[in-house]
DNA sequence: ACAAAAGTGTTGTACGTACACCCATGA
DNA sequence: TCATGGGTGTACGTACAACACTTTTGT
């Protein structure tokens, strides 16, 4: 069990900052997606990790990890360090979603720019990290604040990101199968693609490069690919992105 | 000429909030599109309202229209109202592009939610209002702060949705003919497109409503199209849209 | 009659989908 | 040898691009 630093975790309340007077407040959450594989469905499942409050607004529900925005770091930098305090690792993909501003979502006025994340699996560490939970996207409990419905925009921005870019590959390791490349998508889409199909869209696309190594099992072995990395999991536009 | 009031147009110092102390303000700009006819080129051209900058960071140089948000209006809110002290008029689409938050971008930490908006042009007033330029957006000056990126960004977006809704019927009066319609495909994607094909694309989208006017010129009068009101002018997913 | 734009028809190509079929391995 | 998933082949339908062609007006 590892302790992170609370004050950070939990935006609302704390010691440092108070809400007596009228001043806005920026804080910065983050969506952070991975799979995990479902033990009774045997079938990948998105998931991600959640807070619980130990504070006054909400105090014991789940809520998104984030915290203050720090006077002098960015935006990209807030949402980064965040989610290192979260999960302890850098995401392979990481992109504003939506500043959320309605004047009651939260007692004092806070305004907080949402970042979504995708991280791999094997980039999770062991061991858990007190206070954080990891749920089932698609089942999850009754959140803080208006953090349900932060976490659907974000999974609609998923899907939809899905079927024009490949960040599916920001969910995988650096070698994998067309079969563990193809549940990805079943799983970020809700549905079942024809394996055949689904081989040659993603052939075609220029973005996997075969390796000469082989994954077995109880079957046929299926050919390890690896990504071209000169391709870009999303297409950012003119936005320079910061590393 | 009309006088709109200065301390909300202009985002920076102003007199009531000073940078002396170490907070985060946020301010709102928007992005505010709209199609200009070129007298030389005869052409429509993209052009978006710019305010003149009064006050010390950047003074002299043009600014997107903005103000601080208001510790009890929404983000959507404060762009409506920035938005309207600026043109006057409500826009046909307006859709949160961004959270722009580097920390040298402006003296003092200043986030900016910025905002993108379609205006139709038959719904600009007449009058000029001070301080405020209309300028094409392929040939923009020096802008202040990071505005340029921003709106570089914003006629990335537009032209991307452009592709995948019918977000273009935002420049648009209520009626109009198919060649009117291919004119604001073809400012916004900076390309010719096919009579023929375009005619058959926009009628199979369900979009269009014929009407029994049209339009008469030196040649074979066009038929009138109304919008299909009942389809959203782009997918915004999940997120609440307020009115 | 002619120019110019509205509107229709036709054809080829690319791509997604459905589905039959063969291949290679472990048990 | 059988089951299982890996991998290939093929046929069909839709969508889009290119472009020839007809229609209807003003001058």
Redesign the interface.
């Given at each position: 069990m590892v302790t992170m630093t609370q004050t950070t975790l939990i935006p609302g309340i704390t010691s440092a900052e108070t809400t007596t007077d009228?001043?806005?407040?920026?804080a910065v959450s983050t969506v952070i997606f991975t799979l995990r594989r479902d033990p009774v469905s045997d079938r990948a499942a998105i998931v991600l990790p959640l807070v619980r409050r130990t504070r006054d607004p909400h105090e014991g529900l789940w809520a998104l990890p984030g915290g203050w925005?720090d006077?002098?770091?960015?935006?990209d930098a807030a949402a980064s360090r965040t989610l290192a305090e979260t999960t302890g690792i850098a995401p392979s993909y990481l992109e504003?979603l939506?500043?959320?501003?309605?004047?009651d979502r939260s007692p004092g006025?806070v305004?907080s720019?949402v970042y979504w994340a995708l991280v791999r699996p094997d980039e999770i560490p062991d061991h858990d990290v007190e206070n954080v939970t990891w749920f089932e996207a698609a089942q999850l409990p009754l959140l803080a604040f208006d953090h349900n419905?932060i976490v659907?925009?974000a999974l609609?921005?998923l899907r939809?990101k899905v079927g024009y870019s490949r960040i599916a590959h920001g969910l995988l390791a650096d070698e994998f199968t067309l079969a563990e490349l193809r549940e990805v998508y079943e799983s970020i889409l809700g549905r079942r693609l024809d394996p055949a199909n689904f081989r040659r869209q993603v052939e075609n696309s220029g973005n996997l490069i075969p390796t000469d190594r082989f994954r077995t099992g109880s079957h046929r072995p299926a050919r390890l690919y690896r990504y071209n990395q000169d391709v870009e999991l999303a297409d950012r536009?003119?936005?320079?992105v910061r590393h």
């Open positions: 009228d001043v806005t407040r920026v925005l006077t002098s770091e960015s935006l504003q939506y500043a959320f501003g309605a004047v006025r305004v720019i419905e659907e925009y609609w921005r939809n536009g003119p936005l320079v």
